[in-house]
């Protein structure tokens, strides 16, 4: 009896937090996104599917959302991963907390600062500028979703980098060995032993990224110069600008409800790809 | 059994591995037979584990060549040798099942055996090691002992010209242990293949092996049969590390006919085979087994009184000592002792040997 009494009083600060963060927020916005817009903006309370039924006016940012969240966290994996193995396996290991530090230093500088610095380095002072004096064009950079892309890759690359690090520095090298004794060439040992057994971490990591980046709005609110849009920006656009809380809502509805479908879909299919004991896990 | 006549399956020829300043195998010179069981028996850190990872293709040799079926090697990576390992905590692959961690060697192979018979291979091989049926299991489901038989079946499966176990009865206890020796030793007859098995346990050499190669400090001190070590160690080294052996020194006085005459302190005088470089004024040791002496109540030998008595069941080991001598042990056979009876501890006795019994060794 006294055990439960105090299992409940040590859960109650992180339940009474998800209820009145988590929970009632939710609800206040899957209400709002059946109601009406009041005349001078913000919400009138009504029942109507009108909001949901004007989402295809907003597909663009659905669109954006959709094809650079996966294209990011994709291109995060391909740059990660060779950086995680070389961290983890061959790098010396009296220069490996010095490389790790290396790789989380940009995030003790606030993600706004680090955005300037790429509207710099991708305007027309920057590399297209460089290009012009070798003669090379002058290629547009910015405001594109080539600009966008290489904001996500750089500020969110080192949340790819440790849940990998980590798995491949607690794989056993035995199991290299034991392989290769088995007949079997290094890079087919990589294919059969490493990666199988990094899953765990690359499907970590993915999931972090992917997650976060599908409610990003400040990175293609800076690089994308608002032609390259995420749904963050047209909530924000929704919620701030116009006002239209209910449509604004109905936004928030929909992308919730595309994140579980897509994570869901994700997490069902690294889980039969990995096999293994270890469950995908969010750290 | 080995068969010496035909080519040797495997050589060392003056192999040194250095890693920095550290020699840790130093011109190691060994012939394997074909079809042997040979065990590398020494105390951690005597180059027992660096000969068998240079036989693996792990280590390249700093110097001396490494010879597969006379072939040089040297420069073979692992995966291209025709050798499998059974490793000390067994690196099974904790993401495939059984039956994929025994089929992964005949997997590599190219061109890539058809599956039916790789799956028939898995199945006989879990059959050898008796554990059919388990092929579906995750390794995390396996105990210990069958851990190590998917790891033995592992390595089996590609029938290799060497079979190297690095400590594989480390992790196991006293019980499961001794039956895996004889699992093993009987395997090993069946199959054929050449076993080499790395221990520092010399009750497993001794038991198992066809012979034994002795190693300390980097370097091969005596191989032979478990019988040619325990009987013609070559220095006090071997003599202590084969079996319990009682250690006097003292000058040798005479060698002749490849005998030796060894002075002790207090007079006792110790005639027997005389070893390798043992030397009339040098000082040297003489080895006698528990078992070569006898103790008894007669008045010949050397005055000893009994500190300790085990009783073994056939046999009693006494400690007894000697105020010149110090303590040494004495196994008296239920035989000796129906006759002699039984000596309590603080009774005195006399310790006698044969002449001829002990070896007379270098000190060393």
Not at chain 1, 151 to 156: E, S
Not at chain 2, 93 to 110: C, E, K, M, S, W
Not at chain 2, 113 to 121: L, N, T, Y
Not at chain 2, 210 to 219: E, K, T
Request: one cysteine or more; proline letters at 6%.
């Amino acid at each position: 009896m006294r055990q439960r009494l105090r299992t409940t009083l040590l859960l109650a600060p992180a339940t009474v937090w998800l209820l009145a963060m988590l929970v009632l927020p939710l609800v206040v916005v899957v209400v709002f996104s059946f109601g009406a817009r009041a005349p001078a903006g913000g919400y009138s309370p009504a029942f109507t599917l009108e909001n949901f039924a004007n989402l295809g006016t907003r597909w663009a940012a659905f669109e954006n959302t959709l094809m650079l969240a996966p294209a990011g966290t994709a291109l995060c994996l391909l740059i990660a991963y060779p950086l995680a193995y070389y961290l983890a396996i061959k790098a010396d290991p009296k220069l490996r907390t010095l490389l790790l530090i290396l790789v989380i230093v940009p995030f003790w500088t606030s993600i706004l600062i680090r955005s300037y610095a790429w509207i710099y380095l991708l305007g027309g002072q920057g590399i297209p500028k460089l290009f012009a004096t070798l003669g090379l064009g002058s290629p547009r950079l910015i405001n594109t979703p080539f600009a966008v892309l290489a904001g996500i890759v750089y500020g969110y690359l080192p949340l790819m980098v440790f849940p990998i690090f980590v798995s491949l520095e607690r794989l056993d090298k035995r199991l290299l060995e034991a392989s290769a004794d088995l007949g079997s060439p290094p890079w087919r040992s990589f294919l059969q032993v490493t990666l199988p057994l990094s899953m765990p971490g690359v499907a970590t990591g993915c999931m972090l990224v992917f997650i976060l980046l599908m409610g990003e709005f400040l990175i293609p609110a800076m690089l994308g110069g608002g032609k390259v849009f995420f749904v963050g920006n047209a909530l924000v656009d929704l919620f701030l600008q116009s006002r239209n809380w209910p449509f604004g809502a109905a936004v928030a509805v929909a992308l919730v409800v595309v994140m579980l479908v897509t994570v869901t879909l994700y997490m069902r299919l690294t889980r039969r790809w990995a096999g293994a004991r270890d469950e995908v896990s969010l750290m | 059994m080995a068969d010496e006549t035909e080519t040797p399956i495997a050589e060392l020829r003056g192999a040194t591995k250095r890693f920095g300043a550290v020699v840790a195998a130093r011109d190691m010179h060994l012939t394997i037979r074909r079809g042997e069981f040979l065990s590398f028996l020494g105390p951690s850190g005597c180059g027992k584990t660096t000969a068998l990872r240079m036989l693996a293709g792990f280590e390249v040799p700093t110097e001396g060549e490494i010879l597969l079926d006379d072939q040089r090697v040297n420069d073979l990576p692992p995966h291209r040798r025709p050798v499998n390992m059974v490793f000390q905590h067994y690196a099974l692959f904790p993401h495939l099942t059984v039956a994929d961690n025994i089929a992964y060697g005949l997997r590599q192979r190219r061109p890539r055996p058809p599956e039916a018979e790789v799956g028939a291979a898995v199945a006989k091989a879990l059959e050898t090691v008796r554990l059919p049926g388990y092929g579906p299991r995750r390794i995390w489901e396996m105990s210990g002992g069958q851990q190590q038989r998917v790891a033995l079946a592992r390595a089996i499966i590609n029938e290799p010209k060497l079979l190297l176990l690095d400590e594989p009865m480390a992790a196991l206890d006293k019980k499961l242990r001794h039956d895996m020796q004889i699992e093993l030793q009987t395997l090993q007859r069946t199959l054929g293949i050449t076993f080499i098995l790395v221990t520092h346990d010399q009750e497993e050499a001794l038991s198992m092996s066809d012979r034994i190669c002795i190693m300390r400090d980097g370097q091969i001190v005596q191989v032979g049969s478990p019988r040619d070590l325990y009987d013609r160690p070559k220095n006090r080294y071997v003599a202590d590390f084969v079996g319990k052996s009682n250690f006097f020194e003292g000058t040798v006085r005479a060698v002749e006919g490849g005998s030796a005459r060894l002075d002790c302190a207090g007079g006792t005088v110790v005639v027997g085979h005389a070893g390798d470089g043992v030397m009339a004024g040098q000082s040297a040791i003489a080895s006698l087994r528990p078992e070569q002496i006898t103790l008894s109540r007669g008045d010949e030998g050397v005055p000893v009184t009994v500190v300790n008595r085990i009783f073994l069941g056939e046999h009693t080991e006494y400690l007894v000592r000697n105020p010149d001598l110090g303590q040494f042990l004495i196994l008296a056979s239920r035989q000796a002792e129906a006759g002699e009876g039984n000596f309590e501890p603080g009774e005195t006795g006399r310790a006698r040997w044969r002449d001829g019994a002990a070896l007379i060794l270098k000190n060393d």
